[in-house]
């Protein structure tokens, strides 16, 4: 085995497994094997002649047991990972479990899972029930596992099947994902992200895994299974990888790599997991929390921070009308609860300099009195060496020129300023009046 500097060898499991639950009321109507037959002409290949194969041969088992067999899933995590009342209320009821379970080699494709998967959807389906995905403690509708298998391209979106659940501690947030081992791949984590980045760096870490996820299955291609992969120890990161993971490829376009060290942090407990740590470069200097500041920024780059000035009466002064009329609105669902989820409410203010002010973009925290938004910097002044990535600031109102919504893919609204600026006319200097 090949060691270097510039890989780290990632050890492969011998074999990997899938466990899927149907809750039910009684037995069973129809057989697995009808049932998957149903989903002729719904299900693309080769998934569906993949779960019949699987069904005939010994690397599958479809089993019904009354529930009384089996240990109480643990409900708080199930509320947790998504499960509705309904849901809940199905499994309490239920008096027998219809358990899937298939075992496969690792590599592309995981036929374990999609097999598994679109079998436990069938039954589902069939009995009018739920799909509990053991690995995620997620309740799947049938509909909902059925889509999340392959299309006809054979393409997924890989938030279908890893998540990223996060918890905060005194160095600031904690980052995992749970879905990767399904793949063979150890889990990923990141420490200490600043809690502004909540939702930006979930879009990172599953960008990250997608492009670690091609690197692992490009390792497994051989005919026999390799005791180790070797990854590369710079991971590349780039906002076609988060796109494309969350099943949107033509929603982004191209960004600046962001390059992840990676490193293997063994489980000192032999009952805990392992991760490869998710870091910045050697020798970035200053706080990790910073770099995962500036990565943000650079991979959702549809916001920029700019030092270049408005034109009185041209589009630029007719964007930033449009921005202000709005901002009213935008603050109301903000502090509503009702932006989209999974997103956030940035504002851009200017900052007074030499030449005239610099616009800079703001992650929006809090905003009770309508006339004060607190915030976290998204981008570092030229003209005020206070304001840095990630820093607080707090902005009067009267000062904002343009907002915007951002989720993963980018901006979803707002941004008339920055649509001005990237239409490439040349900026004449003249300061911006409001």
Known sequence: MLITDD??????????????????????????????????????EPVHGLARQM???????VDTRPITEFPELPPDLLTAFGATKEQLARLAAATHLVVVQAE???????????????????????????????????????ATALRSLPDEQGRIRLVDWVLVPYSSDTEGLWFTTKGLRRFGLLELQTQGVPDHLTRAWGA?????????LRDWTDGLTGE???????????????GHDIAVAYGNPEQHGAT??????????????????????????????????RYYAAACATLFSGIQPDVRYARSGDAMSRAVATARAALGDARARFVAGQLPSESQLVVKYGLPGDDGPEYVWAGVTSWEA?????????????????????????????????????????????????????????PTPTPLSL
């Not at 074999?15 to 697995?32: F, N, R």
């Not at 080699?105 to 079998?119: D, K, S």
């Not at 026999?224 to 780039?238: C, D, I, K, S, Y």
């Open 7 to 44: 890989f780290l060898p990632v050890p492969v499991p011998e074999s990997l497994s899938a466990t899927y639950l149907v809750p039910m009321v009684g037995l069973p109507k129809v057989s697995a094997k009808t049932a998957v037959a149903a989903l002729t002409g719904r299900l693309a």
């Open 370 to 426: 309508p006339e004060r938004i607190v915030g976290v910097s998204a981008s570092d002044a030229n003209t005020d060496q206070s304001v840095r990535i990630g820093a607080p600031v707090v902005v009067e109102t009267s000062d904002v020129v343009d907002w915007a919504v951002l989720d993963a893919t980018g901006v979803i609204e707002g941004g008339w300023t920055q649509a001005v600026l990237d239409s490439g006319e040349p």
């Open 104 to 142: 496969y080699r690792p590599g592309w494709p995981p036929a374990h899972e999609w097999a598994a998967r679109a079998v436990a959807a069938a039954v589902a389906e069939s009995v009018d029930s739920d799909v509990v995905d053991v690995f995620g403690l997620q309740f799947l509708d049938p």
């Open 256 to 289: 600046a790599p962001v390059l992840l060290r990676l490193e293997l942090d063994p489980a000192t407990d032999p009952e805990a997991d392992s991760f490869l740590s998710l870091r910045p470069p050697a020798g970035h200097p200053g706080p990790d929390g």
């Open 204 to 212: 990172v870490m599953t960008g990250a895994a997608r492009r670690l």
């Open 224 to 238: 026999e299974v390799p005791a180790f992969v070797q990854l590369p120890v710079l991971a590349t990161v780039t």
């Open 55 to 61: 069904l005939d041969s010994p690397l599958m088992s």
